[in-house]
Every structure is written in structure tokens, then in C-alpha cells.
């Protein structure tokens, strides 16, 4: 099967009452983890790589894996980049071939964001790729923010409204609570912002920094309009709890396979618990 747009799955995802997980890849182990259990689970798939992620293994090599991985799928494949920062990077992803494209302009000011988001969003239209926007700040949980902070960095419902009718962008990510990483704490989301955002914007809404949130949270969530959930720190963990546990046990291993085996399999059971969670097994 071929890739398909962020649009597609979506638009499906919208109509099944479902979200579509947006997994983060940096390898092979990883890639192959996500595809085996998407395929496993008959689930449509939104494979992700962020800028550090196309630093780390190239571009020639993620897109390259994702093509392989895609030709030999079933079921409905998405390659998007996450957190792009650049209008040059979203134009290079562009030329290798992803499906779909996130601007995050989240860091300027709104006029500022919508007039970067809208010409990134112009050209990948005009190539029928789907883009991705983010409104309010999102950040990570190592970020030293107050509670009144907090407030001032979630999304506005008017503002959002006014940023996808200016942007045109086909899926938004709003800040409402999550952060990226670990959380120290349980995460609160803010799900009255986030209805207010629904009531007001047409496109899917998509929640970042979903890893550690408990799962009547997700339910929440999905239940007032967010189709795309990105996970990325759940995976990093299995994967590394895996690897420790494997040289713990035989400290005199060397064999790679013997090593990223055992945490390839941990990731799968992470990436299907968080597909069933969402809702998306079985909609392949
Ligand atoms: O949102 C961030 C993702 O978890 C990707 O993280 O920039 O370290 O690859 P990264
Ligand atoms: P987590 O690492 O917190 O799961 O966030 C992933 C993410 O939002 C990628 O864009
Ligand atoms: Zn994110």
C-alpha cells in the first residue's frame, strides 16, 4: 500500500469516533514496532519523525525504511514530520516524499505563526500533502512553569478558530495540559478549553505529549474531538527499560539482535495498548 495523507486517516478517524496514534521513529526497531503492531491490530498508523530524528538517521535513511515498511502494509500509513520548525525543513520532507507535514510556529506570536503556517501550508496543498499546526505552547515537563503561566500558554478557542480559517491547516494541536516527556505528577487536562476549541474549529484536533496520561483522560479527550494522539516517551521508555533489564541479566552480551530483540517486543505492547486505548484496532 502507499502512504497516505493526514487527511485521509483523519477524515475516517472522524467519522468512527476514533483517534489515530502518531508514533515517533528513529530506527529500524522502532519503525518495525509500530508497523508489526498496527498490522497486528488492523489499525490505521501515523508514523512520525521530528527534526532530531531526520538529524540522527538522515533523511534518505527514515524515508527509505518507511517506504519498505509501507510497500509490504495493509493498512493505511501516514509519514509525517513532527514539531517541523522551518519552512525549509517542511520543503525538504516535502521532496522525500511524506504525506504530511507539522509547522510548529507555536514559539511566535499569532500573526506571526499564521502567516509561516499558511505558506508552508500553500505549498504542501499544492502537492497534496496534509499540514499540521500548533496554537498555545505545548512544551515539555522540565519547563519551570507557574500555574498562571500555564493559563496564558493553553490555546485560545477564538484564537484557534481564527488561525485555522487563516492557515487552512488540516489538523490543529492545541495546548491544554500536556507537556512533553515524563510527567512528575498526574497531568490535568483542561477538557472545558477543549470543547470550546471543538465547538469553534472544523479540523481534528490533535494532543501532543500524550505518554503518562491516564487513560479516562484519552477517552476524554477523544470523545471531544481529538483524532491524532502523539506518543513518544512511553516508547523510549519500554525501550530502554528493556535494554537495561536484557545487560542486567546477561552483562556479558554482545549480539545486537540479542539486546534491541527483547526491547522491540517491549515497544509493541506499549504501541497496542495505546492503539486499543484510542480506539483505532480494527479500523484498518
Ligand atoms: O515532541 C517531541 C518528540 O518527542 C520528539 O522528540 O525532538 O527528541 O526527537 P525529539
Ligand atoms: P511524548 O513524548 O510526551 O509522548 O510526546 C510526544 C509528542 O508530542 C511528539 O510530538
Ligand atoms: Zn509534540
Known amino acids: 500500500m502507499s502512504l497516505v495523507t ?38 490505521p498508523v501515523i508514523l512520525q519523525a521530528s527534526q532530531g530524528a ?9 524515508t527509505a525504511m518507511v517506504r519498505a515498511a509501507a510497500a509490504a502494509a495493509t493498512v493505511p500509513v501516514v509519514l509525517h514530520l513532527d514539531h517541523g520548525t522551518s519552512f525549509e525543513q517542511a520543503m525538504l520532507c516535502l521532496r522525500h516524499g511524506f504525506t504530511s507535514v507539522m509547522f510548529d510556529g507555536s514559539k511566535y506570536a499569532l500573526a506571526d505563526n499564521i502567516a509561516q503556517t499558511q505558506r508552508v501550508a500553500e505549498v504542501a496543498h499544492a502537492m497534496g500533502v496534509s499540514v499540521e499546526g500548533e496554537l498555545g505552547k505545548i512544551g515539555g515537563t522540565e519547563d519551570d512553569i507557574s500555574v498562571d503561566e500555564r493559563d496564558a500558554f493553553f490555546t485560545d478557542p477564538a484564537e484557534a478558530e481564527q488561525f485555522v480559517a487563516a492557515t487552512g491547516v488540516d489538523a490543529l494541536a492545541v495546548a491544554i495540559g500536556t507537556a512533553h516527556g515524563p510527567y512528575k505528577g498526574e497531568p490535568s487536562l483542561d477538557f472545558d478549553r477543549l470543547a470550546a476549541i471543538r465547538d469553534r474549529v472544523q479540523v481534528p484536533l490533535v494532543l501532543h505529549g500524550a505518554s503518562g496520561v491516564p487513560a479516562e483522560s484519552i477517552r476524554r479527550a477523544i470523545s471531544l474531538g481529538v483524532r491524532k494522539i502523539n506518543i513518544d516517551t512511553d516508547i523510549r521508555q519500554a525501550f530502554a527499560r528493556a535494554v537495561k533489564q536484557v545487560l542486567q541479566d546477561s552483562p556479558a552480551e ?12 517491549a515497544m509493541k505492547e506499549v504501541i497496542r495498548e495505546k492503539i486499543r486505548l484510542f480506539g483505532s484496532a480494527g479500523k484498518a
Open 6 to 43: 493526514l487527511k485521509e486517516v483523519l477524515q475516517e478517524a472522524e467519522r468512527g469516533g476514533y483517534a489515530v496514534g502518531a508514533f515517533n521513529t528513529n530506527n529500524m526497531e522502532i519503525l518495525q514496532a509500530i508497523m508489526e503492531t498496527a498490522e497486528e491490530e488492523r489499525a
Open 254 to 265: 554482545y549480539d545486537p539482535r540479542k539486546i534491541l530483540g527483547p526491547a522491540k517486543a
Open 54 to 62: 531526520i538529524k540522527y538517521a538522515g533523511l534518505p535513511y527514515i
